[in-house]
């Protein structure tokens, strides 16, 4: 059993103070996440404090110190209500556009990290939700063959691309063997929710592993109790929707 800290919506108008906290809770119990990282923000929700000229430095920061920087889509905007093949929520940036659409984001985003200094080799999508564009736009304008996202037990491979579950946004113990990514968004937490993190980490230290150090080579395809748990996972949604 293995968990894994993810860090939705960094970027160069985040709020600062919350991630700075973040960081010296995840630094006080040497915790090394994936920040995904919104390359060209144009979300409204995400222009939290004024633009920060220091942002791409701090990232380059972290990635020396073992933390994973990935890609976080484009501009973050939502653009359909599809939910792709991992249909977390009905509206993304990716899923239902066309490929041109989709390689031109892909496109946009990839350089902007390329310009900054850094080569992704993930890709978390927006709201979780993309489909088989993004991959084909991922294979063609970039070199990231990981996704951070799916709801399976263990990373698993398909075709080219080897897929990492994130299954729960906040941390909790489970008795089930796994690789588990708990996901926060650290803009939009509250105290409350910084102290449960930091409490459950001081207890639970030596079960987190970072993403540089997951043995993602010789993975197997999807096997079929991950398929299993994906497909009642998506059912008790649609019940209780
Ligand atoms: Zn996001």
Redesign the pocket.
């Given at each position: 059993m293995k968990y894994l800290i993810r860090l939705?919506?960094a970027c160069e108008t985040m709020d600062l103070n919350k991630w700075l906290k973040m960081e010296r809770i995840l630094f006080k119990y040497d915790i090394k996440p994936l920040i995904?990282v919104?390359p060209n923000n144009e979300d409204d929700m995400?222009k939290i404090n004024p633009f920060n000229k220091g942002f791409w430095q701090w990232i380059k920061g972290l990635e020396t110190k073992g933390w994973e920087i990935g890609l976080?889509?484009n501009n973050?905007v939502y653009k359909t209500n599809e939910g792709g093949i991992n249909p977390i929520h009905k509206r993304s940036e990716f899923a239902g556009l066309s490929l041109d659409d989709q390689k031109e984001k892909i496109k946009k985003g990839w350089s902007k990290m390329k310009e900054m200094g850094f080569s992704p080799r993930m890709f978390v999508a927006?709201?979780h939700t993309f489909d088989n564009n993004t991959l084909k736009a991922l294979k063609t304008e970039s070199d990231i063959r990981i996704i951070s996202d799916t709801m399976a037990f263990y990373p698993y491979k398909i075709n080219d691309f080897v897929f990492i579950p994130q299954q729960l946004g906040a941390v909790r113990n489970i008795n089930i063997p796994g690789i588990y990514t708990f996901c926060y968004?650290p803009n939009t937490m509250n105290d409350s929710e910084f102290s449960h993190l930091d409490e459950f980490l001081s207890k639970n230290q030596k079960k987190f592993t970072s993403f540089k150090d997951l043995d993602l080579d010789d993975l197997k395809s999807k096997t079929i109790f991950d398929r299993i748990l994906s497909f009642l996972y998506f059912q008790f949604r649609k019940l209780f929707r």
């Open positions: 939705d919506d995904a919104i995400q976080h889509g973050h927006p709201s968004h």
